[in-house]
C-alpha cells in the first residue's frame, strides 16, 4: 500500500491538503507537526516544514524513518528560470540539484556533493508520469517537466537568475526540493517535486509574489489532491 510524505515549506501550501484529509492525528517531531490521515483515500502524512533546505531535509527523514512513508511529494511555489514559464503554470520535477552548492576548486562539477554519486536526484518516472497528469488535468496545457533548481536564497536578482540558469540549466528556483530529493535518494525512496510559479525570480518578484503566491500555492495543492486520487484509483485497479 502506497503511503504518501508530502511536504510544502508554507502554512499557505499545505493548507488546503489539511482541509481536504480525514482521519487527521497530528505529532510534533523536531519542531514541526505531522498531519497523518487520508487524502483522497489514499494514506498520507503532511508536514509544513519551514524555509530551505535543511528544515526540508529534517522533514523528510522523519517522514522516512518514523512514518515509514513509501514516496516523497515535494508541494510548492517556485519562481521561474524559463522564459517558457508564466505565473500559474505548473513544473513537474525531472530533476533536482543544487543551485548553491559549490566545490569546483576540489574538482567536482557545479552542484555536486562530495560523496554523492550523481550531481542531479532523478524524480521517479512512474510517480513524475502520474504528477505530470494531475497537473495538467488541473491547468491543461500549461505542464511543465524539467529541472528544479534549490539554494537557500529568496531569487529576486536577474544577474542572480542567469547565474543560475547558466550553471544548472534549472526551469525553476525554490529552497527546498533538491534537499528533499537527496534525501528521497539516500533512502531509496521514490520522489517527485510540484511546483506552481509565483515569480520571475527577477527584480519583479517583490511586486509578483505578495499577489500570486496564494494563488500558486492553492493551485499546487490542488494538484496534489488529485495526484493523490490517481494514485489511490490505480491501487484499486491492481487489486481488482
Not at 28 to 57: H, I, M, R
Not at 143 to 169: C, M, P, Y
Not at 201 to 208: F, V, Y
Not at 214 to 226: E, M, S
Request: net charge negative; proline share 3%.
Amino acid at each position: 500500500m502506497k503511503k504518501l510524505g508530502i511536504i510544502g515549506a508554507m502554512w499557505l501550501e499545505v493548507e488546503t491538503l489539511l482541509q481536504r484529509m480525514e482521519g487527521t492525528r497530528s505529532r510534533k517531531w523536531a519542531g514541526s507537526d505531522f498531519y497523518e490521515g487520508t487524502l483522497e483515500g489514499l494514506p498520507v502524512v503532511v508536514v509544513q516544514c519551514g524555509v530551505g533546505k535543511v528544515n526540508a531535509a529534517i522533514c523528510a527523514q522523519i517522514l522516512c524513518d518514523c512514518y515509514q512513508v513509501t514516496h516523497l511529494v515535494n508541494t510548492g511555489i517556485a519562481g521561474s528560470l524559463s522564459p517558457k514559464l508564466d505565473i500559474g503554470d505548473l513544473v513537474v520535477s525531472r530533476d533536482a540539484m543544487y543551485h548553491d552548492f559549490d566545490c569546483r576548486k576540489f574538482g567536482y562539477p557545479f552542484g555536486k556533493v562530495p560523496g554523492m554519486d550523481l550531481t542531479a536526484f532523478p524524480a521517479d518516472e512512474d510517480l513524475m508520469a502520474a504528477a505530470f497528469a494531475a497537473a495538467e488535468q488541473v491547468h491543461p496545457g500549461h505542464t511543465h517537466l524539467g529541472r528544479v533548481a534549490s539554494g537557500d536564497q529568496f531569487v529576486a536578482d536577474a544577474d542572480l537568475k542567469e547565474k543560475i540558469i547558466a550553471n544548472t540549466q534549472g526551469l525553476c528556483t525554490e529552497m527546498e526540493g533538491a534537499a528533499i530529493a537527496q534525501t528521497a535518494y539516500r533512502n531509496g525512496l521514490p520522489f517527485v517535486i510540484l511546483r506552481a510559479i509565483s515569480d520571475k525570480a527577477d527584480d519583479s518578484a517583490e511586486m509578483d509574489y505578495p499577489t500570486f503566491e496564494r494563488i500558486a500555492a492553492h493551485r499546487c495543492a490542488q494538484v496534489t489532491c488529485t495526484l493523490a486520487r490517481r494514485l489511490k484509483a490505480g491501487i484499486e485497479s491492481c487489486c481488482q
